[in-house]
T-cell receptor, first 109, second 113 residues
């Protein structure tokens, strides 16, 4: 079993839909990251969370430390949101990131 | 402010050869991380350098090595290349020992024939 599990693996949405991507982890962590990877390969760090909720524009990330679960929400989705979204957890010592397999999101206009 | 830069962008090598990839972190960042993203696989942690020292390494053989220079730039060296080393190699930097957000470079695509 992977230490970080994401669901769904693939997601297709219509423009304007509300999207949720889930991440569950099985190890103790010091923080959780949500990353966005575009087709060219470049990665952008969206959020770093250790508790609660963060919001940036149309993106919202939440984490429940007790349940070892995080969600990434996209409101009013747009075709430019199409990308791979990756959940990564930082171990307790802050040494390294362990990554989920990613969720491939396609938003159709 | 310039982001994390990596060179080269693309590279083709043959089995058994050696390769060196380079990374320049954001100014002021002392930690540099290397990750491998092989085709069809997720990102995997390779190496972490901070203040010139290797602080941690992932589950990779010793032919993957690197170093960090006094200006905090870093090199990743891969010896005796194998076909399965074909991957996107990503470098990331952060201000202090990974306790902050990591900023990723554009990556180097390595193809081993």
């Amino acid at each position: 079993k992977n230490e970080v599990e994401q669901s769904p693996q693939n997601l297709t949405a219509q423009e304007g839909e509300f999207i949720t991507i889930n991440c569950s982890y099985s190890v103790g962590i010091s923080a959780l990251h949500w990353l966005q990877q575009h087709p060219g390969g470049g990665i952008v760090s969206l959020f770093m969370l250790s508790s609660g909720k963060k919001k940036h524009g149309r993106l919202i990330a939440t984490i429940n430390i007790q349940e070892k679960h995080s969600s990434l929400h996209i409101t009013a989705s747009h075709p430019r949101d199409s990308a791979v979204y990756i959940c990564a957890v930082r171990d307790r010592y802050g040494n390294k990131l362990v990554f989920g397999a990613g969720t491939i999101l396609r938003v159709k206009s | 402010e310039a982001g994390v830069t990596q060179s080269p962008t693309h590279l083709i090598k043959t089995r058994g050869q050696q390769v060196t990839l380079r990374c320049s972190p954001i100014s002021g960042h002392t930690s540099v991380y290397w990750y491998q993203q092989a085709l069809g696989l997720g990102l995997q942690f390779l190496l972490w350098y901070d203040e010139g020292e290797e602080r941690n390494r992932g589950n990779f053989p010793p032919r993957f090595s690197g170093r960090q220079f006094p200006n905090y730039s870093s090199e990743l060296n891969v010896n005796a290349l194998e076909l399965e080393d074909s991957a996107l190699y990503l470098c990331a930097s952060s201000p202090w020992r990974g306790r902050e957000t990591q900023y990723f470079g554009p990556g180097t695509r390595l193809l081993v024939l």
